[in-house]
């Protein structure tokens, strides 16, 4: 038995942290990564799609995401089975509840609203663990499986979402894992997918996440994928297979030099897919003014071109201070020159950005408007 399992679609994101040229498009990403997804399972000859939680960033959206959602899922041939999350509880304003999701769910696409066993295909059940609320004060996948009894010839998929004691942060609604694995060995379960770490994750043979289909931080390690999963008797297959299109890079650079700043440059020019790439940059070293100035203006080109490019101020520290002569050719007098001194002397304080900003402005005017 194949199926694709994925999680954390969280539809209707809003990264505001974006522009407004960039937001549009990266919402729409997230809906065709549904797109996409069906296209894996049906390549794959998958009996259906497990979603494990956070469907939808919230219960409170648009009506307008909840149709383009069932616009895309409407091109996807298997059956779809989703697990509301802690972004999607199914609480007294759950979106799974709201006119527009139940007058709209196309009639392959359903909801995993109660805990424990669900058939979902001929010899195939899944043992799922909704959320309810924003803050459970318990195991659910435990308590999905309290009474879950073994049962030959059936294959059996635990649905879950959370996150695994020792893994990520400790809470109440933490996932034991070996109360899980316990539970697989006895025959009880064949496989857990489980939601909410966004990067995928193997944490046993029988015991995984998949990760969002498109990244949502750029302290994930490796999202963008969805898995293909066979189980066939005692054997279990996990194939990771990409299906994100964006990508967000934290990169470090030391900037000493001119060079440095030209390597930067050509860094910046070699990454593909621009507009849906998103780069937070943390530099370190010491530049002159001039330097400076033409690495801003770099960074100014780079982001007519990039879904974002940003100075990650809290990693960077970047020392700028006037080369010798750097402003002696521009006939400073009178206030002007006064000016630059004070600027310069300025650049020796704790808070010097400000006076930075100002020389590397003049600078550039001063050459013709870019360096």
Request: proline residues 5%.
């Amino acid at each position: 038995m194949r199926f694709v399992a994925t999680a954390d679609w969280q539809l209707g994101m809003t990264a505001h942290y974006l522009g407004d040229e960039a937001r549009p498009r990266f919402a729409q990403a997230r809906i065709d990564a549904i797109r996409s997804i069906g296209r894996v399972a049906a390549e794959r000859d998958a009996a259906f799609i497990l979603v494990c939680g956070d469907v939808f960033e919230s219960n409170q959206l648009d009506r307008a995401v909840v149709a383009r959602t069932f616009d895309a899922l409407a091109d996807v041939t298997v059956p779809v089975w989703l697990l509301p999350g802690n972004h999607d509880p199914l609480d007294a304003a759950s979106i799974y509840r709201s006119r527009e999701f139940v007058e709209g769910c196309p009639a392959h696409v359903h909801v995993l609203d109660t805990p424990g066993l669900h058939t979902v295909d001929h010899g195939v059940e899944i043992v799922a663990a909704p959320w309810f609320s924003k803050a459970p004060l318990t195991d659910l996948v435990a308590a999905a499986l309290a009474d879950v009894e073994p049962r030959d010839g059936i294959v059996r998929i635990v649905a879950g979402h959370g996150t695994v004691l020792g893994i990520d942060r400790d809470n109440p609604a933490g996932i034991n894992e070996d109360d899980l694995t316990a539970a697989i060995h006895s025959g009880r379960a064949d496989f857990a997918v489980l939601g909410d770490r966004h990067s995928t994750t193997r944490v046993t043979d029988r015991i995984w996440y998949p990760g969002a289909p498109e990244v949502t931080s750029r302290r994930e390690d490796d999202p963008g994928n969805v898995l293909v999963v066979d189980v066939d008797g005692t054997s279990v297959t996990v194939d990771p297979v990409p299906v994100g299109t964006w990508s967000y890079v934290h990169h470090r650079a030391e900037l000493s030099s001119a060079a440095d700043v030209d390597e930067l440059e050509r860094w910046l020019a070699e990454l593909p897919a621009k507009h849906r790439t998103a780069v937070w940059l943390s530099l370190t070293g010491a530049l002159s003014i001039g330097e400076k100035a033409r690495l801003d203006t770099i960074l100014d080109a780079a982001r007519d071109l990039f879904a974002l490019v940003d100075l990650w101020e809290r990693h960077s520290d970047l020392v700028v201070t006037p080369a010798d002569g750097e402003f002696g050719d521009l006939g400073l007098t009178g206030f002007a020159r006064a000016a630059v001194d004070e600027l310069t002397r300025l650049l020796e304080q704790d808070d010097a950005q400000t006076a930075r900003d100002a020389l590397g402005l003049l600078y550039r005017f001063s050459h013709g408007g870019a360096a």
